[in-house]
Each structure stands twice: as C-alpha cells, then as structure tokens.
C-alpha cells in the first residue's frame, strides 16, 4: 500500500471489528458484520487478494462454519501487525490469478447443479457475444461485466469456492473497462486472455487443473512459463491441443464459407455457360460446312470463290474458338472442383466444432432427477443410451428445459414410493430411461419410467368433468387423442399439489419449447407399466446430402436420408402436399417413398415430382417462425446464382401425403 492516508484509514477500521471476530463465545451476527464491513475496506483500499480471502470466510460462516470467524481473526490480526510496519496487509498472499491454497474441487449441492451449469453456461455465451465484436467496445464491456458479475454471485451461492474467487479477480480486471475506448479494449483484450479459463474451469474443475491453467495463462502470451520460447516453438502444436472458440465466432465462419460456396457455385456455371457456347459454335461451325457442302465446288456461273474462301475461313475460325472455350471451361472446372473439396472439408470441421455429445445434456438431467426423487422420498435408478450422438449444442441448451420438465414429471407422476412399487410386485427402486437417436434429419430423445404410468380411463373422466373435450368427442377418442390432454395447461391427473407437481403446468410448457424447436412430443402409456415421452425435433438445420427435385416447376431440395426410395407408381403430387388448392392435380412421373418415422407407427408415405435431379451435399440456413408455419419446409438453400430454394421437411410432408392418399382411395 502506497498511500499513508489509506493505510491509516484501513489500521482504525481493522482495529474497530477485530474484537467482534476475537469474542468468545463466538457472536455470529456481530462476526458477519465485521467481515463485511472488512471485506469493502479491503476493496477500497486496493488490497484484492486480502479481501477475497475475507470473502470467502465471509461466504464460509453463512454456510454455518464458525471456525470462519477464528481463521479471520488471524488474518486481521497479521494485517495489523503489517500496516503497524508500514506493509501491505496483503503481503505474502498469493495475488491473482495465482491460485491460493485453499482452492479446490467445487462441492455444489447436487439439486442445484443443472440449474447453475446452465446458468453460467448462458453467461458464458453471452461474454462470447461481447467478445465477438457486434457491439461497440464500450458496451461489449459493460455487458461482460454484468456477466462475470453474475457468475460471482451465483458461484458463491452454490458453492463453487473456485469460480467465486476467480470472477472476482477478473471483476477487478475489467472494472475500469467503460471509462473510455481504450480502457474498453484493453479490458477485451484481458477478458479474451481468460475466457478459456472460465470455460474450463465449468466443464473440469479440479484444484490441478485450475493451477495448471492458470499459471500457464499468467505468463506473456507469447512465452511459455514451463520452456523457453524457442524450445516451446520448436515443438509445434500437438495433437490434443485444444482452444475454446466462440460459438458466434464459428457462425460467423460458417457464413464467411457459405459465401465462398456461393461463389463456387457461380464458377460452376460460369464453365457450363463456356461448355454451351462452345456447343453452340461447333453447331455454328457445322451448319456453316453444310451451307459449303450444298453450295458445291466453285464455278464461274455460281457462287463467287471469294466468298466461299471467306466461309471456310469463319468455319474454321469458329472451330478453333469452340476449342479455346473448352479449354477455357476445363481451366475453371479444375479449380472449382479444388475448391469444392476444401469447402466441404471446411464445413464438416466448422460443422462439428458446433456439436456436442448428449451425454452432457443427460448428466444434467440425471442430477435433477436425483435430487427430485430425494426430495420426494422416491428411490430411482437412471439409465441412459445413446448419449454419443452429437447435435448442434445450440438445440441442446434449448432441449434442456423442456427434458427437464418431461423429466421431473416422471418423478411426480411416474415413479411410486418404495412402499408402494413392493407392495404391487415391483423393485422398491424404480428407473427412468434416457434415450437419444438421430434419423435423417431428425433428433428423438425418449424419457421413459417404470412407474405407474397413467390411467387413460380417468384421463377420460377428468377431462368431462373439465369439460375440456364435449361428450361426443370423449366417446370416440382413443388412447393417443387422451394423453395428449395433458398438455392442456392447467389439466392435471392429481388432485393435490405440492412444490413438484400437481398444478398442470409443466407438460404444456416443455410442449411450447419444443415446439419453438419445430418439433413435437407425444406420450405412450399403459396403467401400471409407466411412461414414455418422445422428443422430436429436426436437426438437419446445417451441412448434410439433399435430393434435388422438380415439381410443378419449381426445385425444392428433400434430405437424401429421408428418402428410402425412388421408382414409378401412383402417388399425390408433392404441390398438393405444399398446397392443398392443388389436391386435384395429375400424379408425376417420378414416386418418392419417404422413410417411416418410428415415432410415428404409421409406415412410409408416397410423394410424386416431376423429376428427381441430383444429389448434392449443401447448407441448409433456418427459416423464419412466418415462413416455416407456411409449409412443410426445414430450411433454405441459397444458390450460386442468388437464387433460394426451400428444403422439405419429409417428417411434416409424410402426413399430408398419407391423408391425400386415403382421400383418393375412398373417393374411387
């Protein structure tokens, strides 16, 4: 501490609360307003590493550890004796970001693990956005800010001793980012010096790695603490070497290759543009030897030689011309074709550096479930598989909420307790199954119990006492038509509520989530077996193999995964499967046998085009809510000549083909 003024004014405040943490017996009150009181004197006095040691044996006495109050005594005390000789107080303690002693694995209460993974998940993502660029620098920090602030607090709330302390220290580092533009950039080069750090530290946390990553990340960037520089370069990247990229920043990549693919495809045409005018010259060239072979040899009386010397000339003119143009297209058909290949090796990198393994979403899934059953007094057992397929990690946060309400409502609704489950024959302990499969284009992810599943029966009695079906329609509804009533806000099949369930919510929001994703859940039951709710939702939002087609004159593209076959029967035109107004048109050519969803139960569904063109593999761009609700449509394409096609969703276009297909059946 440089300023005497500050020092003194610090010495009366640690001399003023010093009694209060040296009391005995130990006054807790007393002792948590001193530590605060100290904390904020530290902070203002500029003494970081000594005030977030008093911090954490702040945050230790809340969680109701008294010895707290001893160890900050001690503390207290040796700062005493430090200011008294004119020392900094935090002398000898280590100074961010190397880690101090006490750091070590997070001990966050299980129940509240999922809730605080996503949380500082998001707050990560939106550093990301702050860092990305898109908004001013002055304000990028400031954003930042407000999240590492976040992350502090809900750290400390849980817990996560690690990450309280090392937000704080990074708080203090980009504190003073919004005073001007330069201030702004150097905090953002600092923030983006960390954030790896932070990733880290969320995903693996042991005290080990923590140093490890720390110390490595506290020396100049371009050195390395652990080898001289010219040795560390001189080793070269290794393979496991990994870095923690933005997922704006791999979206903004991936349009920067989208726009490369454009113009790929621009020199595609450009070279078929060259084949066919050289096409036609030789077209020229051989209409113009016929006109010479018709007109015959020269004769005085005839045509001049002159001008059939001049035809000859043209002819031959014309044929050397075709040649320069096919060789013109052939010199830009080789690069394109290089350049084709490294787009497409470029988007499958860029593609996967975007998924994620669903085993993470399930661990989350699994810890609520787990804390739930506690809290209820229910004994399950979770299982999972699947969990090595990868989605968009995107899909995979929004998917996390509504598993999680499907999830906890097979806690509430499904599983029975011990008591219960051994008294109907059952293992005391019941099981709830995770299951992830990829099909096409399409994610299902099944949450299914072994509990006591649901009585479709009084679903029936229920929904006429709401009155939420009339009579009429509850007679002839079948098991399917009745579960699905459970996403009915407000309906319920218990008639008392507690904190977990009981008050119809839950199913009707997990619905409105998925639905958002352009997906869909239905529910499989028997009484007394359990439950089973599947989660669809498409994922071929990206790079993947469509099949081009024709249709009414118009070219949609259809995932080549979602076409089992193609031949030649009868079947409704693909434009009356888009638009109903043209349900009386003549069936195509070509029949398109869409591959059976098996969530659906109902088999493979038939679609005529046109023509089928080819197969190309391409980026498939999300589509606006508006335009989505239009149609049977996934996505769209953009094409090298500007223009865009729609990619059908062969899931939503299935339905519509079956319905038209019984419609004309029944009307011959």
Known sequence: MTDPELARLLLVEVARHLPALERDPIDVVEARRALHALKGSLGLAEEGPLAMEIARLERKLAAGEESAVREAAVAMRQAEEKLLAGESPSEGLTVWPTPPAWIGPRAVEPSMRAHYFTEV????????????GSLGPIESVALAYRQVHTIKGAASSVGDEAMAWFCHGLEERIREGTASRAAANAALTELARWRAILGAMLDDQPSALLSLSVRNRSAAPSTSPSLPADEEQSRGPTDDATIRVGVLAVDRLLERTTTVSVAREAMALSASALLQRSAEMRAMRADLAEALRLIGPPRPWGAPAAALSRIRTVASALGVASERLEEASASVKRPELALREAELAQKRELSAMRQTPLHQLFSRLTTAVEAEARRSGREVNVTQSGGEET?????????????????????????????????????????????????????????????????VAEVRRRA????????????????????????????????????????GIGLDIALASVQKLGGRVRLASRKGEGLSASVEVPVDSGFAKFLWVEAAGETYAILAADVAAVSRKDAPHLTACIDPQHADGAAGPVCLELAASESDGAGSAFVSVDAALAIEEVLVRPLTPLVAAMGPFAGAIVRGDGTVRLALDAHALAPRARALATRTTREA
């Open 121 to 132: 998940g998001d707050r990560l993502a939106r550093i990301d956005e702050a860092l990305g």
């Open 391 to 455: 989605i968009d990690r995107r899909i995979a946060e929004a998917l996390l909420e509504p598993c999680l309400h499907i999830a906890r409502n097979s806690v509430a609704h499904g599983i029975e307790p011990p008591d219960d489950r051994a008294a109907s024959g059952k293992a005391r302990v019941g099981t709830i199954h995770f299951s992830a499969r990829k099909s096409g284009g399409r994610l299902r992810i099944t949450i299914a119990d072994d509990g006591a599943g649901v009585d």
């Open 464 to 503: 006429a006492s709401a009155g939420v079906l009339s009579s009429e329609l509850l007679s002839r509804a079948d098991d399917d038509t009745l579960l699905a009533l459970l996403f009915v806000p407000g309906f319920t099949t218990r008639d008392a509520s507690d904190l977990l369930a009981g008050r």
